[in-house]
């Protein structure tokens, strides 16, 4: 069976992702992520807030690599790291802007096989590649959409600093890293 939208399972529309990127960060954790088939609800999100972030990609200005960064919101930025691993970002704010919400870790919800609990983990278990970069967050096979408690205050969410970029000075040190608290599938507490 392959899950794609149906009219119980709402995708966000574009203007979810018009906004400010560390209140998107929040907002989509409990959302589910859908590509085909595979389902599974975000836990974990890092926001990054442009060029003036040392920590976003966009901070060495716009290169072929991150050009979906720079486009619309809505959109996916998939990169490689480490020549093995992928990485999703949702790109958020107004075309130019180069924000994006980083995904980290997801609860599987249907059909994933495989660790969820970190970005490159998540992406190989998600079928996600570079195939999916600069792809359309509302269309039909690969989009987010509500979950089934969105909108419910039952999560508490915990802030903390984002993973992996000391590189980014005082950047490294703001607390721009989301996550459902007490979910087993959180990457890192």
């Known amino acids: 069976m ?3 939208y149906t009219p119980t ?3 966000l529309a574009r203007e979810f ?3 400010d990127t560390q209140v998107v960060a929040r907002e989509l954790l409990g959302k589910l992520l859908v590509h085909g088939d ?3 609800r975000i836990v974990e999100t890092e926001a990054y807030l442009g060029p003036h972030d040392l920590a976003a990609h966009s901070a060495r200005g716009l290169t072929k ?3 979906p960064m720079f486009g619309p919101p809505g959109f996916a930025y998939v990169y490689m790291i ?3 691993y992928f ?3 949702v790109v958020t704010e107004r075309e130019g802007h180069a924000s994006a919400v980083l995904l980290r870790a997801l609860e599987p919800i249907g059909e994933i096989d495989g660790k969820t609990n970190g970005p490159g983990l998540l992406c190989n278990a998600m079928g996600i590649d570079r195939q999916l ?6 269309s039909e096979d690969f989009f987010i959409a509500e979950g089934a408690a969105s909108g419910d205050a039952a999560y508490k969410i915990v802030k903390r600093p984002r993973i992996g970029v000391d590189y980014a000075k005082h950047w490294a040190r703001r607390h721009l890293r989301f996550y459902i608290a007490d979910n087993q599938f959180v990457s890192r507490r």
């Open 9 to 11: 399972m709402r995708k």
């Open 38 to 40: 595979r389902v599974g």
């Open 82 to 84: 480490y020549g093995m």
């Open 17 to 19: 992702y018009d906004r």
């Open 133 to 138: 970069n600069g792809h359309d967050l509302l």
């Open 2 to 4: 392959r899950l794609c």
């Open 65 to 67: 690599r991150n050009a």
């Open 87 to 89: 990485c999703m970002n």
